[in-house]
Protein backbone atom coordinates (compact mmCIF):
# COMPACT_ATOMS: atom_id res chain seq x y z
CA UNK A 1 0.00 0.00 0.00
CA UNK A 2 1.03 3.32 -0.77
CA UNK A 3 1.92 6.05 1.91
CA UNK A 4 -0.64 8.24 0.81
CA UNK A 5 -2.89 5.63 1.02
CA UNK A 6 -1.95 4.23 4.55
CA UNK A 7 -2.09 7.57 5.64
CA UNK A 8 -5.82 8.29 4.99
CA UNK A 9 -6.82 4.50 6.26
CA UNK A 10 -5.22 5.79 9.22
CA UNK A 11 -7.37 9.32 9.15
CA UNK A 12 -10.38 7.33 8.46
CA UNK A 13 -9.79 4.57 11.21
CA UNK A 14 -9.10 7.32 13.72
CA UNK A 15 -12.77 8.68 12.82
CA UNK A 16 -14.14 5.60 13.17
CA UNK A 17 -12.58 4.59 16.61
CA UNK A 18 -14.15 7.82 17.70
CA UNK A 19 -17.59 6.86 17.19
CA UNK A 20 -17.50 3.24 17.31
CA UNK A 21 -19.63 1.77 20.52
CA UNK A 22 -20.34 5.28 21.56
CA UNK A 23 -24.29 5.37 22.60
CA UNK A 24 -24.76 8.53 21.36
CA UNK A 25 -23.55 7.71 17.61
CA UNK A 26 -24.95 4.49 16.50
CA UNK A 27 -25.89 5.83 13.12
CA UNK A 28 -22.25 7.73 12.36
CA UNK A 29 -20.16 4.39 13.77
CA UNK A 30 -22.03 1.94 11.25
CA UNK A 31 -21.38 4.60 8.27
CA UNK A 32 -17.97 5.28 9.11
CA UNK A 33 -16.95 1.53 9.78
CA UNK A 34 -18.33 0.99 6.21
CA UNK A 35 -16.16 4.31 4.91
CA UNK A 36 -13.20 2.88 7.04
CA UNK A 37 -13.55 -0.52 5.74
CA UNK A 38 -13.81 0.89 2.14
CA UNK A 39 -10.69 2.80 2.29
CA UNK A 40 -8.87 -0.55 4.00
CA UNK A 41 -10.10 -2.68 1.23
CA UNK A 42 -9.36 -0.67 -1.35
CA UNK A 43 -6.39 -1.42 -3.71
CA UNK A 44 -5.61 1.86 -4.49
CA UNK A 45 -6.68 5.93 -3.45
CA UNK A 46 -8.08 6.27 -7.26
CA UNK A 47 -10.46 2.98 -6.72
CA UNK A 48 -11.23 4.28 -3.34
CA UNK A 49 -12.37 7.56 -4.89
CA UNK A 50 -14.28 5.30 -7.53
CA UNK A 51 -16.39 3.83 -4.73
CA UNK A 52 -16.92 6.51 -2.45
CA UNK A 53 -18.67 8.47 -5.54
CA UNK A 54 -20.78 5.14 -6.27
CA UNK A 55 -21.77 4.34 -2.39
CA UNK A 56 -22.10 7.92 -1.20
CA UNK A 57 -20.34 7.04 1.66
CA UNK A 58 -19.11 10.92 2.58
CA UNK A 59 -22.74 11.50 1.99
CA UNK A 60 -23.83 8.46 3.94
CA UNK A 61 -21.46 9.70 6.90
CA UNK A 62 -23.03 13.40 7.01
CA UNK A 63 -26.42 12.12 7.24
CA UNK A 64 -25.60 9.81 9.93
CA UNK A 65 -23.99 12.53 12.18
CA UNK A 66 -26.54 14.83 11.52
CA UNK A 67 -29.32 11.93 12.92
CA UNK A 68 -27.23 10.79 15.65
CA UNK A 69 -26.78 14.63 16.62
CA UNK A 70 -30.26 15.32 16.63
CA UNK A 71 -31.65 12.06 17.79
CA UNK A 72 -29.41 13.13 21.25
CA UNK A 73 -31.09 16.73 21.26
CA UNK A 74 -34.29 15.56 20.67
CA UNK A 75 -33.53 12.84 23.43
CA UNK A 76 -32.09 15.56 25.81
CA UNK A 77 -34.79 18.49 25.21
CA UNK A 78 -37.79 16.11 25.69
CA UNK A 79 -36.18 14.13 29.05
CA UNK A 80 -36.04 18.20 30.56
CA UNK A 81 -39.83 18.80 29.08
CA UNK A 82 -38.09 21.66 26.98
CA UNK A 83 -40.53 21.05 24.45
CA UNK A 84 -40.03 23.91 22.20
CA UNK A 85 -36.06 23.87 22.32
CA UNK A 86 -36.63 20.37 21.30
CA UNK A 87 -38.67 21.21 18.26
CA UNK A 88 -35.60 22.06 15.80
CA UNK A 89 -34.02 18.46 16.53
CA UNK A 90 -37.68 16.61 15.71
CA UNK A 91 -38.46 18.91 12.54
CA UNK A 92 -34.56 18.25 11.26
CA UNK A 93 -35.24 14.21 12.35
CA UNK A 94 -38.43 14.32 10.38
CA UNK A 95 -36.39 15.64 7.20
CA UNK A 96 -34.50 12.84 7.19
CA UNK A 97 -36.86 10.39 7.46
CA UNK A 98 -38.89 11.94 4.88
CA UNK A 99 -36.23 13.12 2.28
CA UNK A 100 -33.34 11.28 0.53
CA UNK A 101 -30.17 13.40 1.07
CA UNK A 102 -27.51 12.94 -2.36
CA UNK A 103 -25.85 16.08 -1.47
CA UNK A 104 -23.87 17.45 1.99
CA UNK A 105 -24.55 21.27 1.10
CA UNK A 106 -28.44 20.33 0.66
CA UNK A 107 -28.19 18.70 3.89
CA UNK A 108 -26.26 21.66 5.55
CA UNK A 109 -28.69 23.70 3.82
CA UNK A 110 -31.68 22.16 5.51
CA UNK A 111 -30.09 22.16 9.02
CA UNK A 112 -29.79 25.72 9.05
CA UNK A 113 -32.66 26.86 7.55
CA UNK A 114 -34.54 24.76 10.22
CA UNK A 115 -32.04 25.73 13.15
CA UNK A 116 -32.51 29.85 12.17
CA UNK A 117 -36.40 29.40 12.37
CA UNK A 118 -36.43 27.57 15.55
CA UNK A 119 -34.12 30.31 17.12
CA UNK A 120 -37.01 33.05 16.84
CA UNK A 121 -39.78 30.27 17.84
CA UNK A 122 -37.55 29.92 20.81
CA UNK A 123 -37.20 33.37 21.53
CA UNK A 124 -40.56 34.02 21.26
CA UNK A 125 -41.73 31.33 23.27
CA UNK A 126 -39.50 32.27 26.06
CA UNK A 127 -40.02 36.06 26.28
CA UNK A 128 -42.85 36.30 28.86
CA UNK A 129 -41.19 34.17 31.25
CA UNK A 130 -38.66 36.51 31.20
CA UNK A 131 -40.69 39.62 30.95
CA UNK A 132 -43.11 38.34 34.09
CA UNK A 133 -40.07 37.25 35.97
CA UNK A 134 -38.20 41.03 35.49
CA UNK A 135 -41.38 42.62 36.74
CA UNK A 136 -41.64 40.63 39.64
CA UNK A 137 -40.03 43.22 41.81
CA UNK A 138 -42.52 45.81 40.32
CA UNK A 139 -45.40 43.88 40.78
CA UNK A 140 -44.53 43.45 44.37
CA UNK A 141 -44.08 47.04 44.89
CA UNK A 142 -47.49 47.86 43.26
CA UNK A 143 -49.23 45.11 45.65
CA UNK A 144 -47.75 46.64 48.92
CA UNK A 145 -48.47 50.14 48.15
CA UNK A 146 -52.13 48.60 47.48
CA UNK A 147 -52.25 46.67 50.47
CA UNK A 148 -49.92 46.84 53.45
CA UNK A 149 -51.24 48.63 56.65
CA UNK A 150 -50.59 52.15 56.33
CA UNK A 151 -51.85 55.35 58.13
CA UNK A 152 -55.62 56.34 56.10
CA UNK A 153 -54.14 59.97 54.70
CA UNK A 154 -51.15 58.34 52.80
CA UNK A 155 -53.57 55.61 50.34
CA UNK A 156 -54.51 58.16 47.89
CA UNK A 157 -51.08 59.66 47.04
CA UNK A 158 -50.16 55.45 46.73
CA UNK A 159 -53.09 54.73 44.67
CA UNK A 160 -52.24 57.68 42.39
CA UNK A 161 -48.70 56.58 42.66
CA UNK A 162 -49.78 53.30 41.11
CA UNK A 163 -52.23 54.09 38.68
CA UNK A 164 -48.56 56.02 37.54
CA UNK A 165 -46.98 53.26 37.48
CA UNK A 166 -49.39 50.75 35.32
CA UNK A 167 -49.71 53.45 32.78
CA UNK A 168 -46.02 53.02 32.45
CA UNK A 169 -45.94 49.76 32.28
CA UNK A 170 -48.77 49.33 29.86
CA UNK A 171 -47.21 52.19 27.60
CA UNK A 172 -43.85 50.71 27.73
CA UNK A 173 -45.16 47.16 26.32
CA UNK A 174 -47.42 48.56 23.89
CA UNK A 175 -44.84 51.08 22.24
CA UNK A 176 -41.68 49.30 22.90
CA UNK A 177 -41.73 45.76 24.21
CA UNK A 178 -44.73 44.28 21.48
CA UNK A 179 -42.91 46.26 19.10
CA UNK A 180 -39.42 45.00 20.04
CA UNK A 181 -40.71 41.46 19.85
CA UNK A 182 -42.58 41.97 16.40
CA UNK A 183 -39.45 42.41 14.33
CA UNK A 184 -38.15 39.06 15.04
CA UNK A 185 -41.79 37.45 15.22
CA UNK A 186 -44.77 39.38 13.65
CA UNK A 187 -47.24 36.63 14.70
CA UNK A 188 -46.12 38.15 18.54
CA UNK A 189 -49.14 37.46 20.57
CA UNK A 190 -48.11 37.31 24.60
CA UNK A 191 -50.07 34.33 26.51
CA UNK A 192 -49.76 34.22 30.19
CA UNK A 193 -51.11 30.61 30.30
CA UNK A 194 -47.99 29.30 28.73
CA UNK A 195 -46.09 30.10 32.06
CA UNK A 196 -47.93 27.31 33.40
CA UNK A 197 -46.22 24.64 31.39
CA UNK A 198 -43.34 23.10 32.97
CA UNK A 199 -40.51 25.15 31.01
CA UNK A 200 -41.51 28.00 32.38
CA UNK A 201 -43.08 27.77 35.95
CA UNK A 202 -39.70 25.79 36.94
CA UNK A 203 -38.18 29.44 36.34
CA UNK A 204 -40.15 31.10 38.90
CA UNK A 205 -39.47 29.43 42.29
CA UNK A 206 -41.92 30.78 44.98
CA UNK A 207 -45.44 29.04 45.65
CA UNK A 208 -48.68 28.44 43.27
CA UNK A 209 -50.63 31.23 45.41
CA UNK A 210 -47.79 33.83 44.77
CA UNK A 211 -47.36 32.89 41.31
CA UNK A 212 -51.07 32.84 40.37
CA UNK A 213 -51.74 36.07 41.98
CA UNK A 214 -48.46 37.61 40.12
CA UNK A 215 -49.99 36.44 36.35
CA UNK A 216 -53.38 38.40 37.26
CA UNK A 217 -51.07 41.52 38.27
CA UNK A 218 -48.57 41.19 35.51
CA UNK A 219 -51.46 40.79 32.97
CA UNK A 220 -53.21 44.49 34.50
CA UNK A 221 -49.77 45.39 34.25
CA UNK A 222 -49.05 45.08 30.77
CA UNK A 223 -52.89 46.05 29.87
CA UNK A 224 -53.50 42.70 28.26
CA UNK A 225 -55.91 40.04 28.81
CA UNK A 226 -55.99 36.42 28.40
CA UNK A 227 -54.47 36.59 24.80
CA UNK A 228 -54.65 39.93 24.29
CA UNK A 229 -53.02 41.56 21.35
CA UNK B 1 -30.91 58.04 8.31
CA UNK B 2 -29.13 54.25 8.67
CA UNK B 3 -28.48 52.16 11.28
CA UNK B 4 -25.17 53.49 12.84
CA UNK B 5 -21.78 52.13 11.55
CA UNK B 6 -20.18 51.28 14.68
CA UNK B 7 -22.82 48.29 14.39
CA UNK B 8 -22.99 47.64 10.71
CA UNK B 9 -19.44 47.27 10.52
CA UNK B 10 -19.02 45.12 13.66
CA UNK B 11 -21.93 42.17 12.36
CA UNK B 12 -20.55 42.56 8.38
CA UNK B 13 -17.10 43.17 8.43
CA UNK B 14 -16.69 39.44 8.38
CA UNK B 15 -19.22 38.93 5.47
CA UNK B 16 -17.03 41.40 3.37
CA UNK B 17 -14.18 39.76 4.02
CA UNK B 18 -15.43 36.47 3.19
CA UNK B 19 -16.27 38.09 -0.22
CA UNK B 20 -13.05 39.37 -0.84
CA UNK B 21 -12.14 36.36 -0.34
CA UNK B 22 -13.59 34.55 -2.77
CA UNK B 23 -12.58 38.09 -5.36
CA UNK B 24 -8.95 37.77 -4.54
CA UNK B 25 -9.09 33.32 -5.32
CA UNK B 26 -10.76 34.29 -8.69
CA UNK B 27 -13.84 32.33 -8.10
CA UNK B 28 -17.10 32.94 -9.54
CA UNK B 29 -20.05 31.17 -10.35
CA UNK B 30 -23.79 30.85 -9.12
CA UNK B 31 -22.99 30.20 -5.74
CA UNK B 32 -20.53 33.51 -5.26
CA UNK B 33 -23.60 35.39 -7.16
CA UNK B 34 -25.57 34.01 -4.30
CA UNK B 35 -22.73 35.42 -1.59
CA UNK B 36 -23.17 38.59 -3.62
CA UNK B 37 -26.70 39.21 -3.06
CA UNK B 38 -27.38 38.22 0.22
CA UNK B 39 -24.56 40.76 0.94
CA UNK B 40 -26.17 43.38 -0.90
CA UNK B 41 -29.41 42.70 0.91
CA UNK B 42 -27.72 43.09 4.71
CA UNK B 43 -25.84 46.28 2.98
CA UNK B 44 -29.01 47.41 1.81
CA UNK B 45 -31.05 46.82 4.63
CA UNK B 46 -28.27 48.59 7.36
CA UNK B 47 -28.93 51.82 4.78
CA UNK B 48 -32.45 51.70 4.76
CA UNK B 49 -33.01 50.92 8.65
CA UNK B 50 -32.64 53.34 10.99
CA UNK B 51 -32.79 50.75 14.28
CA UNK B 52 -30.28 48.03 14.67
CA UNK B 53 -32.92 45.89 16.61
CA UNK B 54 -34.86 45.99 13.16
CA UNK B 55 -31.81 45.56 10.95
CA UNK B 56 -30.59 42.66 13.40
CA UNK B 57 -34.32 41.38 13.29
CA UNK B 58 -34.26 41.50 9.54
CA UNK B 59 -30.94 40.03 8.91
CA UNK B 60 -32.47 36.72 11.16
CA UNK B 61 -36.28 36.63 9.49
CA UNK B 62 -34.51 36.69 6.08
CA UNK B 63 -31.59 34.37 7.16
CA UNK B 64 -29.27 36.36 5.35
CA UNK B 65 -26.23 34.71 7.62
CA UNK B 66 -27.19 31.22 6.59
CA UNK B 67 -27.99 31.66 2.98
CA UNK B 68 -24.35 33.57 2.61
CA UNK B 69 -22.86 30.92 4.69
CA UNK B 70 -24.03 28.01 3.00
CA UNK B 71 -23.46 29.66 -0.40
CA UNK B 72 -19.35 30.60 0.91
CA UNK B 73 -18.96 27.09 1.79
CA UNK B 74 -20.32 25.58 -1.53
CA UNK B 75 -17.93 28.00 -3.65
CA UNK B 76 -14.42 26.37 -1.26
CA UNK B 77 -16.08 23.25 -1.96
CA UNK B 78 -16.11 23.25 -5.61
CA UNK B 79 -12.63 25.46 -6.01
CA UNK B 80 -11.43 22.39 -4.00
CA UNK B 81 -13.06 19.83 -5.90
CA UNK B 82 -10.57 18.65 -8.85
CA UNK B 83 -11.77 18.64 -12.22
CA UNK B 84 -13.19 15.68 -14.25
CA UNK B 85 -10.13 13.20 -14.79
CA UNK B 86 -7.84 15.21 -12.67
CA UNK B 87 -6.19 13.38 -9.82
CA UNK B 88 -7.28 14.82 -6.15
CA UNK B 89 -4.80 17.13 -4.86
CA UNK B 90 -4.16 16.93 -1.50
CA UNK B 91 -1.80 20.43 -1.64
CA UNK B 92 -4.77 22.09 -3.20
CA UNK B 93 -7.13 20.47 -0.33
CA UNK B 94 -4.74 21.42 2.40
CA UNK B 95 -4.79 25.09 1.42
CA UNK B 96 -8.17 25.55 1.01
CA UNK B 97 -8.42 24.16 4.15
CA UNK B 98 -6.07 26.19 6.06
CA UNK B 99 -7.60 29.27 3.88
CA UNK B 100 -10.83 28.36 5.79
CA UNK B 101 -9.67 28.25 9.12
CA UNK B 102 -7.64 31.04 8.74
CA UNK B 103 -10.70 33.11 8.16
CA UNK B 104 -12.19 31.88 11.30
CA UNK B 105 -9.11 33.06 13.09
CA UNK B 106 -9.20 36.50 11.49
CA UNK B 107 -13.16 37.09 12.54
CA UNK B 108 -12.31 35.21 15.68
CA UNK B 109 -9.22 37.72 16.42
CA UNK B 110 -10.83 40.81 15.55
CA UNK B 111 -13.96 40.11 17.88
CA UNK B 112 -16.29 39.62 14.63
CA UNK B 113 -17.76 36.55 16.07
CA UNK B 114 -18.17 38.33 19.31
CA UNK B 115 -16.20 38.91 22.05
CA UNK B 116 -16.78 34.96 23.61
CA UNK B 117 -15.21 33.46 20.33
CA UNK B 118 -11.35 35.66 20.85
CA UNK B 119 -10.78 32.87 23.24
CA UNK B 120 -11.12 30.25 20.65
CA UNK B 121 -8.42 32.38 18.40
CA UNK B 122 -5.57 30.56 19.85
CA UNK B 123 -6.95 26.58 19.53
CA UNK B 124 -7.64 27.94 15.81
CA UNK B 125 -3.99 29.12 15.27
CA UNK B 126 -2.52 25.65 16.34
CA UNK B 127 -4.49 24.66 14.02
CA UNK B 128 -3.09 26.37 11.25
CA UNK B 129 0.39 26.37 12.62
CA UNK B 130 -0.12 22.24 12.41
CA UNK B 131 -1.35 22.47 9.17
CA UNK B 132 1.82 24.41 7.96
CA UNK B 133 4.45 22.61 9.54
CA UNK B 134 5.22 20.48 6.85
CA UNK B 135 2.81 17.25 6.93
CA UNK B 136 0.76 15.66 4.48
CA UNK B 137 -3.14 16.29 4.00
CA UNK B 138 -4.16 12.99 5.59
CA UNK B 139 -1.94 13.24 8.67
CA UNK B 140 -3.13 16.80 8.96
CA UNK B 141 -6.74 15.29 9.42
CA UNK B 142 -5.83 12.55 11.26
CA UNK B 143 -4.32 14.60 14.15
CA UNK B 144 -6.66 17.11 13.90
CA UNK B 145 -9.24 14.03 14.88
CA UNK B 146 -6.81 13.06 17.32
CA UNK B 147 -7.13 16.26 19.30
CA UNK B 148 -10.43 16.95 18.85
CA UNK B 149 -9.91 20.23 17.24
CA UNK B 150 -12.70 19.06 13.59
CA UNK B 151 -15.62 20.50 15.61
CA UNK B 152 -13.94 24.20 15.29
CA UNK B 153 -15.62 25.14 12.18
CA UNK B 154 -18.54 23.60 12.38
CA UNK B 155 -19.66 25.87 15.29
CA UNK B 156 -20.15 22.92 17.75
CA UNK B 157 -18.72 23.63 21.62
CA UNK B 158 -15.19 23.25 21.95
CA UNK B 159 -13.95 23.68 25.24
CA UNK B 160 -10.59 24.16 26.60
CA UNK B 161 -10.34 22.97 30.27
CA UNK B 162 -8.11 25.51 31.26
CA UNK B 163 -10.80 28.28 29.98
CA UNK B 164 -12.97 26.50 32.38
CA UNK B 165 -10.93 26.43 35.00
CA UNK B 166 -10.11 30.41 34.48
CA UNK B 167 -14.00 31.00 34.99
CA UNK B 168 -14.03 29.34 37.86
CA UNK B 169 -11.41 31.77 39.34
CA UNK B 170 -12.84 34.51 37.72
CA UNK B 171 -16.24 33.29 39.65
CA UNK B 172 -14.43 32.63 42.80
CA UNK B 173 -12.79 36.06 43.11
CA UNK B 174 -15.88 37.84 42.37
CA UNK B 175 -17.85 35.32 45.31
CA UNK B 176 -20.83 34.80 42.40
CA UNK B 177 -21.92 31.84 44.37
CA UNK B 178 -23.97 30.25 41.39
CA UNK B 179 -21.20 30.40 38.74
CA UNK B 180 -19.03 28.75 41.31
CA UNK B 181 -21.17 25.47 40.99
CA UNK B 182 -22.18 25.83 37.67
CA UNK B 183 -18.17 25.53 36.93
CA UNK B 184 -17.10 23.53 39.40
CA UNK B 185 -19.50 21.16 37.93
CA UNK B 186 -18.37 22.15 34.28
CA UNK B 187 -15.01 20.76 34.93
CA UNK B 188 -15.95 17.93 36.64
CA UNK B 189 -17.97 16.96 33.67
CA UNK B 190 -15.21 17.98 31.57
CA UNK B 191 -12.43 15.61 33.44
CA UNK B 192 -14.55 12.77 33.67
CA UNK B 193 -15.85 12.76 29.89
CA UNK B 194 -11.75 13.24 28.71
CA UNK B 195 -11.13 9.81 30.97
CA UNK B 196 -13.97 7.99 29.33
CA UNK B 197 -13.05 9.03 25.92
CA UNK B 198 -10.98 6.70 23.69
CA UNK B 199 -8.30 9.62 22.77
CA UNK B 200 -8.64 11.49 25.85
CA UNK B 201 -10.74 14.57 24.34
CA UNK B 202 -14.21 14.96 25.80
CA UNK B 203 -17.49 14.35 23.03
CA UNK B 204 -18.44 17.82 21.95
CA UNK B 205 -22.04 16.75 21.62
CA UNK B 206 -21.74 14.96 24.86
CA UNK B 207 -20.09 17.94 26.46
CA UNK B 208 -22.23 21.06 25.24
CA UNK B 209 -25.46 18.90 26.17
CA UNK B 210 -24.63 18.05 29.61
CA UNK B 211 -22.96 21.59 30.21
CA UNK B 212 -26.66 22.64 29.64
CA UNK B 213 -28.00 20.55 31.88
CA UNK B 214 -25.97 21.64 34.39
CA UNK B 215 -27.12 25.32 33.75
CA UNK B 216 -30.32 24.12 33.32
CA UNK B 217 -30.63 22.43 36.62
CA UNK B 218 -29.28 25.20 38.66
CA UNK B 219 -31.45 27.90 36.97
CA UNK B 220 -34.59 27.81 40.08
CA UNK B 221 -32.08 27.47 42.64
CA UNK B 222 -29.75 30.44 41.16
CA UNK B 223 -33.06 32.41 40.55
CA UNK B 224 -34.38 31.96 44.12
CA UNK B 225 -31.17 32.89 45.74
CA UNK B 226 -31.39 35.94 43.93
CA UNK B 227 -34.56 37.02 44.58
CA UNK B 228 -34.04 36.09 48.42
CA UNK B 229 -31.56 38.61 48.28
CA UNK B 230 -32.93 40.86 46.86
CA UNK B 231 -35.63 41.11 49.21
CA UNK B 232 -33.99 40.94 52.73
CA UNK B 233 -32.02 43.71 51.66
CA UNK B 234 -35.18 45.48 51.14
CA UNK B 235 -36.23 44.43 54.37
CA UNK B 236 -33.04 45.86 55.78
CA UNK B 237 -33.60 49.33 54.19
CA UNK B 238 -36.45 49.47 55.06
CA UNK B 239 -35.72 49.22 59.02
CA UNK B 240 -32.80 51.27 58.52
CA UNK B 241 -35.09 54.10 56.97
CA UNK B 242 -36.98 54.29 59.30
CA UNK B 243 -35.03 54.14 62.39
CA UNK B 244 -33.17 57.44 60.33
CA UNK B 245 -36.29 59.18 59.47
CA UNK B 246 -36.40 60.18 63.07
CA UNK B 247 -32.88 61.36 63.81
CA UNK B 248 -31.93 64.48 63.70
CA UNK B 249 -30.04 64.65 60.43
CA UNK B 250 -33.12 63.26 58.09
CA UNK B 251 -33.96 66.78 56.98
CA UNK B 252 -30.46 66.91 55.55
CA UNK B 253 -29.84 63.11 54.26
CA UNK B 254 -30.28 62.71 50.85
CA UNK B 255 -33.10 59.89 50.91
CA UNK B 256 -35.38 62.54 52.10
CA UNK B 257 -34.13 65.52 50.65
CA UNK B 258 -32.86 65.42 47.15
CA UNK B 259 -31.24 67.84 45.13
CA UNK B 260 -33.55 70.59 44.74
CA UNK B 261 -36.28 69.22 47.35
CA UNK B 262 -37.79 72.11 49.38
CA UNK B 263 -38.13 72.16 53.18
CA UNK B 264 -41.27 71.32 52.87
CA UNK B 265 -40.82 67.98 50.41
CA UNK B 266 -38.16 66.57 52.37
CA UNK B 267 -40.30 67.19 56.02
CA UNK B 268 -43.30 64.93 53.65
CA UNK B 269 -41.55 62.47 52.64
CA UNK B 270 -39.85 62.01 56.05
CA UNK B 271 -43.78 62.07 57.77
CA UNK B 272 -44.47 59.34 54.94
CA UNK B 273 -41.09 56.94 56.03
CA UNK B 274 -42.14 57.26 59.48
CA UNK B 275 -45.34 56.43 59.34
CA UNK B 276 -45.83 53.94 56.43
CA UNK B 277 -42.17 52.15 56.35
CA UNK B 278 -43.89 49.86 59.55
CA UNK B 279 -46.30 48.63 57.47
CA UNK B 280 -44.70 48.59 54.52
CA UNK B 281 -42.19 46.19 56.30
CA UNK B 282 -45.06 44.17 57.77
CA UNK B 283 -46.54 43.23 54.36
CA UNK B 284 -42.92 42.73 53.05
CA UNK B 285 -42.21 40.58 55.61
CA UNK B 286 -45.32 38.59 54.90
CA UNK B 287 -44.55 38.08 51.50
CA UNK B 288 -41.24 37.02 52.13
CA UNK B 289 -42.35 34.05 54.51
CA UNK B 290 -45.13 33.45 51.81
CA UNK B 291 -42.50 32.85 48.78
CA UNK B 292 -39.41 31.21 50.95
CA UNK B 293 -41.23 29.95 53.89
CA UNK B 294 -38.59 31.68 56.32
CA UNK B 295 -39.07 33.88 59.37
CA UNK B 296 -37.15 36.89 60.09
CA UNK B 297 -34.70 35.48 62.73
CA UNK B 298 -34.11 32.68 60.23
CA UNK B 299 -33.08 35.09 57.64
CA UNK B 300 -29.86 36.23 59.79
CA UNK B 301 -28.57 32.53 59.28
CA UNK B 302 -29.46 31.75 56.34
CA UNK B 303 -26.77 30.62 53.75
CA UNK B 304 -27.62 33.39 51.59
CA UNK B 305 -26.59 36.19 54.41
CA UNK B 306 -23.76 34.81 55.37
CA UNK B 307 -22.30 34.10 51.90
CA UNK B 308 -23.26 37.94 50.85
CA UNK B 309 -21.46 38.73 54.78
CA UNK B 310 -18.62 37.24 54.08
CA UNK B 311 -18.29 38.65 50.68
CA UNK B 312 -18.74 42.56 51.65
CA UNK B 313 -21.80 42.52 49.91
CA UNK B 314 -23.57 43.62 52.83
CA UNK B 315 -22.92 47.56 53.20
CA UNK B 316 -24.36 47.73 56.51
CA UNK B 317 -21.52 47.75 59.62
CA UNK B 318 -22.13 44.93 61.93
CA UNK B 319 -23.48 48.14 64.61
CA UNK B 320 -26.31 49.36 62.53
CA UNK B 321 -26.79 45.49 61.76
CA UNK B 322 -27.29 45.07 65.72
CA UNK B 323 -29.39 48.43 65.68
CA UNK B 324 -31.86 47.11 62.83
CA UNK B 325 -31.75 44.02 64.93
CA UNK B 326 -33.38 46.01 67.69
CA UNK B 327 -35.48 48.30 65.77
CA UNK B 328 -37.61 44.76 64.32
CA UNK B 329 -40.06 44.69 67.28
CA UNK B 330 -40.31 48.12 67.57
CA UNK B 331 -41.15 48.74 63.53
CA UNK B 332 -45.46 47.75 64.16
CA UNK B 333 -47.67 50.30 62.42
CA UNK B 334 -48.47 53.45 64.58
CA UNK B 335 -45.33 52.43 66.32
CA UNK B 336 -41.57 54.87 66.70
CA UNK B 337 -38.25 53.87 67.73
CA UNK B 338 -36.90 54.05 71.07
CA UNK B 339 -35.63 57.59 71.98
CA UNK B 340 -32.19 55.49 72.66
CA UNK B 341 -31.99 53.96 69.27
CA UNK B 342 -32.61 57.02 67.49
CA UNK B 343 -29.30 58.61 69.62
CA UNK B 344 -27.46 55.69 68.91
CA UNK B 345 -28.04 56.03 65.36
CA UNK B 346 -26.97 59.45 65.40
CA UNK B 347 -24.10 58.96 66.73
CA UNK B 348 -23.37 56.17 64.85
CA UNK B 349 -23.97 58.52 61.58
CA UNK B 350 -21.88 61.08 63.06
CA UNK B 351 -18.75 58.75 63.51
CA UNK B 352 -19.55 57.91 59.54
CA UNK B 353 -19.32 54.01 61.19
CA UNK B 354 -23.11 52.97 59.42
CA UNK B 355 -21.11 51.64 56.78
CA UNK B 356 -18.85 48.39 56.99
CA UNK B 357 -15.41 49.44 56.92
CA UNK B 358 -14.06 46.85 53.89
CA UNK B 359 -17.28 48.54 51.97
CA UNK B 360 -16.17 48.25 48.35
CA UNK B 361 -13.24 46.40 48.74
CA UNK B 362 -12.60 42.95 47.13
CA UNK B 363 -13.92 39.99 48.59
CA UNK B 364 -11.65 38.28 50.99
CA UNK B 365 -10.51 34.97 50.09
CA UNK B 366 -11.23 33.33 53.51
CA UNK B 367 -14.03 30.98 54.42
CA UNK B 368 -17.56 31.54 55.32
CA UNK B 369 -18.26 34.20 58.47
CA UNK B 370 -21.47 33.86 60.32
CA UNK B 371 -23.12 37.37 61.07
CA UNK B 372 -22.96 36.77 65.22
CA UNK B 373 -26.37 37.26 66.37
CA UNK B 374 -26.80 38.60 69.87
CA UNK B 375 -27.65 35.32 72.30
CA UNK B 376 -30.90 36.44 72.68
CA UNK B 377 -31.65 35.39 69.37
CA UNK B 378 -30.00 32.10 68.94
Known sequence: MEQQHQEYVDYYRVRYEKVANHPKYPFTAHAERELYEAIAGAPSLEAFGEILQARGLNVKCAVARIRDNYTARARFYTELEETVRAGAALEILHHLETTEYTDVMALQSMVSDVETRWMNRISSDEHLIEEFWGDWKVLEDIECAEYAPVPERWKEKRRRLNAQEIARGIEAWRTRTLPEMRKFDPAYVPDHDLLRAPRHRRKVPVYDGAFERRILGHKNYLGVTSHAR | MPVELMYTEAMLNPFRDMMRDVGSRGLTGPDVDAMGAALGEMEALAQSLDDFTTFSGQLTQRQLFSKFSDAYSRALVAAAAPRPGEKPSDDSLMETTLRAYEQVLQTYESGGAGEGMKKMAPAVRELVE????????????????????????????????????????????????????????????????????????????????????????????????????????????????????????????????????????AMENIADTQECNPGDFRFREALFKEYFSLTWPEIWQHETFTWQYTSNQISHSDERLMLVLETYPLCQPGGRPSPALIARTEQMHARKAHFRSTNGLPPPDSPLTPFMLPPSML
Not at chain 2, 140 to 163: C, N, P, Q, Y
Not at chain 2, 190 to 219: C, F, K, M, N, S
Open chain 2, 130 to 265: LGRSGISFPVFLRLVEERGMADLLSGAKTVAREGLLESLAFSRAGWAHYDILQHQREVELYDQLAAAAPLGVPDPLTLTLETERIAWELEPSRRRWDAMIRRWETLLDLLVDWLDAFAAFAPYDPRWNPPGASREQ
